[in-house]
């Protein structure tokens, strides 16, 4: 209800009489005339609608709110501005460290991700996925094979819930000639896996040499026993 509509409401109730003729009408009813005749959709089409008044309330709060603030600030809105910049910048600076965290690999996750099938069965899926270039997915299957082959030697003990990182320092020990290249295999394997970094070509024909070379190394003794039964 505006200004202006009450003074149109209370000019068309004064209006029924004579410039020279007072007007006596009582109070009470005199006032709910008034209110009767600000009913009329006239008065109230340039209202704003409900969205806009909620929005209105909303801006009015924030607006009490940083006046607040400003006011228990030091240095009133240029304080207020330079509280508001530093956590900006240290937003950036979280999402910044977050992102490198996040790309940065991990091998903490197990090895095989389902029940494993034989090592022949996963270097068939490695050599499949290496004819079509998925580099990634024949990596991780060449590597999956090279760590059954070891378990099929009774190089390494089977573990379902061994880790990339964990089978090449297992495997190094009876066969530490090839100790650097199980554990470069391992992290190539959790860049891939954990990293989400894609694999190369060349990447897959290191660790295919190396699952070769691996299928006729000669374990050496450990504890004075062979570990190898192939």
């Known amino acids: 209800m505006t200004t202006a509509g009450s003074s149109t409401a209370v000019g068309r109730l004064l209006a029924g009489s004579g410039d020279d003729i007072p007007v006596r009408t009582p109070r009470v009813p005199a006032r709910e005339a008034a209110e009767r005749e600000l009913t009329d959709p006239r008065y109230h089409q340039h209202d ?28 009133g809105w240029i304080g207020l501005l330079a509280i508001g910049a530093f956590i900006l910048l240290l937003v950036v600076a979280l999402r910044l460290r977050l992102g490198a965290v996040r790309r940065t690999p991990t091998t903490t996750g197990a090895l095989f991700s389902h029940t494993p099938r034989t090592a ?3 270097r068939t899926a490695a050599d499949s996925h290496a004819a079509e270039g998925q580099w990634s997915p024949a990596i991780q299957e060449r590597m999956r094979a090279i760590v059954l082959a070891l378990e099929e030697r009774a190089l390494l003990t089977p573990g379902p819930g061994r880790t990339a990182d964990e089978a090449a320092v297992e495997a190094g020990r ?29 990447e897959y024909a290191l660790l295919s040499a190396l699952d070769t070379d691996l299928r006729h190394a000669k374990p050496q003794l450990v504890d004075g026993a062979p570990k190898s039964r192939g």
């Open 174 to 202: 009876p066969l530490p000639e090839h100790a650097d290249r199980l554990r470069a295999a391992a992290r190539t394997f959790g860049e891939i896996t954990y990293g989400r970094r894609p694999g190369t070509k060349d």
């Open 120 to 122: 022949a069965e996963h």
């Open 48 to 75: 704003p609608n409900p969205i806009q008044r909620a929005l209105n309330w909303f801006w009015e709060r924030v607006d009490d709110l940083f006046n607040a603030a400003s006011g228990a600030t030091p240095g």
